[in-house]
């Protein structure tokens, strides 16, 4: 007898929900361990599932850092967020999430969530279920 079931649904813990279904999850962030403390290499690839921003003549980072007490959103689209061409639609961002978001350098980051942007703000790319790619503390 065989069993398999395409996706499981886990109810009742804590933390932030994370979808395990579908494609893998994009690496946003090379390191192999990291905390909210450090300094964050973000990596877009607009080659990765041929998004709308390939061509881009510039890509911005929109993010939202989500606080134990409410969020704080940087999507201002200018040259803080401006991202840099590293490789054919290879874009990098580096951060100190505390100062890139003007929070206290020991404010508590649950997560970051992030989209790209073109210039315009007008092409924004998103997960396959059109949410914002979420960044998780990597302590393990």
């Not at 040259?79 to 505390?98: A, H, K, L």
Request: glycine content about 6%; some cysteine; aromatic content about 8%.
């Amino acid at each position: 007898m065989w069993f398999e079931e395409a996706c499981i649904e886990i109810t009742g813990a804590s933390g932030q929900p994370q979808n395990l279904c579908g494609e893998a999850p994009r690496q946003l962030i090379s390191l192999p361990t990291y905390t909210f403390r450090d300094l964050l290499n973000i990596r877009f690839d607009a080659n990765e599932n041929e998004t709308a921003l390939i061509g881009a003549n510039s890509v911005h980072l929109c993010a939202s850092a989500v606080l134990e007490d409410g969020t704080t959103v940087r999507c201002d689209l200018d040259e803080s967020t401006r991202m840099q061409m590293v490789g054919p639609d290879i874009w990098e961002i580096v951060i100190w999430p505390p100062s890139y978001f003007g929070l206290a350098d020991d404010a508590a980051i649950l997560e970051i969530l992030v989209n790209f942007q073109d210039n315009s703000g007008a092409t924004v790319v998103r997960n396959p279920d059109e949410n914002d790619f979420q960044i998780l503390e990597k302590c393990f």
